[in-house]
Every structure is written in C-alpha cells, then in structure tokens.
Nanobody
C-alpha cells in the first residue's frame, strides 16, 4: 500500500515563502513523474509543477520564476519551494506521484496567502 504524506502548508503574507514537502511510503521499485497540483475554491484542480525521473521540470505559466520543484529519490520525496507568493496562489495543494502504472495522491495541504 503506497501512501503520500504532505506537510508545509499554512498562512503567509503576500511576498512571503513556503516550502511544501511530500513523502511516499510503502513498497515499490521506483517513482516516475512527481507533480504538484492545486485547487482553489470554485475552480478546477490545476497542475502547478512536475519533475520527471530524469529531473526535467515544467511549471504552469503563473508560477514560473517563483516556484521550484525538486525531488529526493533516496527519500521518495518531492518538494515545492514557493517564493513571492500572491493571494491568487491560495489553494489546497496536492502532491501526485506516478508509481508503476498508478497515480497516487497526497491528502492535500492548505496554502493561504493573505495580508
């Protein structure tokens, strides 16, 4: 049974920073692509950032230059460093990992950017 556990959300002022982390537990061979999604109230879930097993990264245009995704395969973990946060970044953030032929999801962590 694979489980993803997230941490690092919270309340931050505009312009501030947060770091989200997500670690996978269970028995598996390797993790393919790791992703972060977010869902704001009343909106569809949006892919924010992804990183392949080879380290290639992609970002949605609205976070380019502000967010950075990274992975630690030794710890089966992915992180999202979020800088220069804006109120429109407020959402529940979910990590996603592709393991074998399945996608697994974290429980979600709330990020609120407000003055």
């Amino acid at each position: 049974q694979v489980q993803l556990v997230e941490s690092g959300g919270g309340l931050v002022h505009p312009g501030g920073s947060l770091r989200l982390s997500c670690a996978a537990s269970g028995i598996f061979f390797s993790i393919n692509t790791m992703r972060w999604y977010r869902q704001a109230p009343g909106k569809q879930r949006e892919l924010v950032a992804s990183i392949t097993s080879g380290g290639s990264t992609n970002y949605v245009a609205s976070v380019k230059g502000r967010f950075a995704i990274s992975r630690d395969d030794a710890k089966n973990a992915v992180s999202l460093q979020m800088d220069s946060l804006k109120p429109e970044d407020t959402a529940v953030y979910y990590c996603n990992m592709n393991i074998g032929l399945r996608d697994y999801w974290g429980q979600g962590t709330q990020v609120t950017v407000s003055s």
